[in-house]
Nanobody, 123 residues
Framework: QVQLVESGGGLVQVGDSLRLSCQGSGGTFSTYAMAWFRQAPGKEREFVARIDGTGVISAYTNSVKGRFTISRDNAKNTLLLQMNSLKPEDTAVYYC????????????????WGQGTQVTVSS
């Protein structure tokens, strides 16, 4: 059973940067594809970025391309999301998620989730 704990959220201004972390435990971290999702008030949870077990292959939703970077440190069982040039529309609760081996952008295909961390971008 994989456990995930996010941290690093907060209140920032437009244009600021923030780095989210997700600490994993309970499994062999490198065998899991990881992803970040987010959920704004009144909206469905949406895909943000994903990364394979090696950390080599990644993908992003269009709205964050060029601003967000997903990475992982398998030695530390840690997933990261560097967020630059933040916009008010990035405001949401951010969740990390894990699934065995294969990447996906689909929420329902991830069995393991963290509790979420709030990111608020103020204008």
């Amino acid at each position: 059973q994989v456990q995930l704990v996010e941290s690093g959220g907060g209140l920032v201004q437009v244009g600021d940067s923030l780095r989210l972390s997700c600490q994993g435990s309970g499994g062999t971290f490198s065998t899991y594809a990881m992803a970040w999702f987010r959920q704004a008030p009144g909206k469905e949870r949406e895909f943000v970025a994903r990364i394979d077990g090696t950390g080599v292959i990644s993908a992003y939703t269009n709205s964050v391309k060029g601003r967000f970077t997903i990475s992982r440190d398998n030695a530390k069982n840690t997933l990261l999301l560097q967020m630059n040039s933040l916009k008010p529309e990035d405001t949401a609760v951010y969740y990390c998620a894990a699934r065995f081996r294969y990447m996906s952008s689909i929420t329902s295909e991830y069995p393991y989730w963290g509790q979420g961390t709030q990111v608020t971008v103020s204008s």
